[in-house]
């Protein structure tokens, strides 16, 4: 008898266990997820809308997306709630040591341009080849 095949039959079987239990326990956290929700969680539907949650009745959850603007939706329509973004400070008052800092200095030009010295000769060719 040839006990390869029972063997590949096993190993299937063991997959699909594996992956059944691992689905199971994302459904268990998604379902403690939204029966945990409370008023002014901010939340994103399945299909993208940002919201805040205003009002909880059983399976109705009310999100406010925009100041006066408020949709009432299924609790298994909520996907995730949102962690308010972390701003970074920059607490460093002094300049960076890389910084350069240029002071502002006065050009006098002159009226008459016939007194600055002419152009080299390599710089008028190098202007000419490349037109």
């Not at 199971?24 to 956290?29: A, G, I, Y």
């Not at 959850?61 to 996907?79: H, V």
């Not at 008052?93 to 030009?109: I, N, R």
């Amino acid at each position: 008898m040839d006990y390869s095949f029972v063997i590949l039959l096993v190993v299937a079987f063991g997959g699909l266990l594996f992956m059944s239990n691992r689905s199971r326990k994302q459904q268990r956290e998604a379902q403690d997820f939204r029966a945990n929700l409370v008023i002014g969680d901010e939340v994103m539907t399945g299909s993208g809308l940002f919201g805040t949650v205003t009002a909880i009745e059983d399976d109705v959850i009310t999100l406010e997306s925009t100041p006066g603007t408020r949709t009432r939706w299924l609790r298994a329509a909520i996907a995730r709630k949102v962690e308010p973004p972390v701003v970074a400070e920059d607490v460093d008052d002094e300049p960076d040591d890389d910084a350069v800092v240029v002071d502002d200095a006065v050009v006098d030009v002159p009226d008459d341009l016939s007194s600055l010295p002419p152009e080299p000769p390599s710089a008028r060719e190098g202007d000419r080849d490349s037109k």
